[in-house]
């Protein structure tokens, strides 16, 4: 109800190219292919590359714009198997105090209802760290940061979720916070791939 009155009054814009209708209009929503990156435990597959429309929507969505994390999850679903396990990696507190939201978790409940798939929020951050800001070699050398509840996903196969890859140290690190709680994780999806040296 709330959000339907936020639209009415402030209705949602493009964050790529400002016209009205949608978080990301269709014209500026990736069309390609997707993108893929082979970790050392992980494939991961990406709408887009971390620039022109695909980098606007991301700053965006981490800028607390739900309307574009809506936007991303609808497009991303389309990649995605129904009944598939959606496992959102998770910001830290502080961010999301911020923002007033995760954008990746309404991302992945975007995707999730367009794909007849589950979302399990079972990711915690441990600290108040996050990647941002560093360096590669700190990105590469960060771990242990997540801790997982292991009742949800025990034996069961999930698929990462995020906005960018830049080095793949979150994902791998949410991965192995995953596999110690008995689940099994080999692909993530994310909106943008970033070069590795990407600050």
């Not at 997540?146 to 140290?169: E, K, P, Q």
């Amino acid at each position: 109800m709330l959000h339907g009155l936020i639209d009415f009054l402030f209705p949602p814009q493009c964050a790529a190219c400002c016209a009205l209708g949608n978080g990301l209009c269709e014209t500026c929503a990736p069309t390609a292919p997707l993108l893929h990156r082979r970790l050392p435990t992980l494939t991961v597959c990406a709408l887009a590359s971390y620039d022109g429309a695909a980098r606007r929507a991301v700053l965006a969505l981490k800028d607390g714009r739900r309307d574009v994390g809506s936007a991303l999850g609808a497009r991303l679903s389309e990649w995605i198997v129904a009944g598939t396990i959606l496992v959102p990696v998770p910001t830290t507190r502080a961010r999301r105090r911020t923002r007033g939201i995760d954008g990746v978790e309404v991302m992945a409940r975007a995707a999730a209802l367009h794909a007849l798939a589950r979302v399990a929020t079972v990711l915690e951050p441990i600290g108040t760290d996050a990647q941002r800001g560093r360096n590669r070699a700190e990105r590469v050398a960060a771990c242990g940061r997540f801790r997982c509840d292991a009742a949800l996903v025990r034996g069961r196969t999930v698929v990462l979720l995020d906005d960018v890859c830049t080095t793949g140290a979150t994902l791998e690190d949410c991965a192995a916070a995953l596999r110690a709680a008995g689940a099994t994780v080999v692909q993530a999806f994310v909106v943008a791939l970033a070069q590795p040296d990407r600050d």
